[in-house]
């Protein structure tokens, strides 16, 4: 069930209309109607408010912030001394969330970055897995990815947990989504009837297609969890999504959820 602050958010809903992008693009980041990319953004606010602790003063950055799912309803969350930052490498989002959310709520900003990636932006002119971001360190309380670490190589992954870990407060909160593999999961992963069978391995990450490795790869849990423990977290927890458990996942979420907090 909701906390109370969660359900304050969804029943303020309706004042966020001016705030939500158009069908189009909301189809874009795989939302089938404005309405289930109303619903996805108020279920990931849950679990942000009940799991992730974040607050209405929370500082919070979100890298692949896309056109709102996330950011919108923190519109109606977030307090004054709150603040929102989105990295987003496809600009017209980027303009678009200026125009329809920074000038109502300034303490929400969105930055444009071209991050190359084989799927999504293959003519991007900036390479992530070398990227700074430009923020100083101990910037935020909490830092979140929906679908990035689904669509990002090993060099990447790895410099995106080094710049979230010094960008972190001590006993901040990494929120991301991915797909992560097990014994358990790996064997029963060709029957799964989603289509998404990680069958190609490639290095230290398995793939749906060799030719396009970016458009949705996995990684081994236990490799994931080593890296983010050698960048200084702690406290790695995994919510399993309905893509390995459709009849019992552990949140309500396709993709698997991980949690873990900066050590400090």
């Known amino acids: 069930m909701p906390s109370a602050d969660v359900e304050?958010?969804?029943?303020?809903?309706?004042?966020?209309?001016?705030?939500?992008?158009?069908?189009?693009?909301?189809?874009?980041?795989?939302?089938?109607?404005?309405?289930?990319?109303?619903?996805?953004?108020?279920?990931?606010?849950?679990?942000?408010?009940?799991?992730?602790?974040?607050?209405?003063?929370?500082?919070?950055?979100?890298?692949?912030?896309?056109?709102?799912?996330?950011?919108?309803p923190l519109t109606r969350y977030l307090s004054g001394k709150g603040s929102f930052d989105g990295v987003e490498p496809i600009e017209r989002f980027v303009t678009a969330s200026t125009e329809r959310v920074t000038t109502k709520f300034p303490n929400f900003q969105f930055h444009f970055v071209d991050f190359s990636?084989?799927?999504?932006?293959?003519?991007?002119?900036?390479?992530?897995?070398?990227y700074r971001f430009q923020w100083p360190d101990a910037s935020f309380d909490c830092v979140i990815?929906?679908?990035?670490?689904?669509?990002?190589k090993t060099p990447v992954l790895e410099n995106y947990l080094s710049e979230i870990a010094r960008m972190l407060k001590p006993g901040g909160v990494l929120f991301a989504t991915a797909f992560l593999l097990d014994h358990d999961v790996k064997r029963r992963m060709p029957t799964f009837k989603h289509g998404l069978n990680f069958a190609h391995r490639m290095g230290k990450m398995q793939v749906v297609d060799t030719t396009?490795?970016?458009?949705?790869?996995?990684?081994?849990?236990?490799?994931?969890?080593?890296?983010?423990?050698?960048?200084g977290f702690i406290d790695f927890n995994l919510h399993r999504g309905s893509w390995t458990e459709p009849s019992k996942p552990s949140y309500g979420g396709f993709q698997d959820l991980v949690i873990c907090r900066k050590k400090g």
Do not use: C, M
């Open 117 to 130: 990636n084989d799927f999504y932006n293959p003519k991007g002119a900036v390479d992530p897995a070398k």
């Open 8 to 72: 304050t958010v969804i029943a303020r809903a309706n004042e966020s209309v001016d705030l939500l992008p158009t069908q189009e693009e909301s189809t874009i980041i795989g939302s089938d109607s404005i309405s289930h990319f109303v619903e996805i953004g108020h279920d990931f606010i849950g679990y942000l408010v009940d799991i992730a602790r974040i607050t209405p003063d929370s500082k919070i950055l979100e890298i692949g912030s896309g056109i709102g799912r996330i950011f919108i």
């Open 212 to 231: 396009k490795p970016e458009g949705a790869l996995a990684y081994e849990e236990k490799h994931f969890a080593q890296l983010a423990k050698k960048r």
């Open 145 to 152: 990815l929906v679908s990035v670490f689904t669509h990002v």
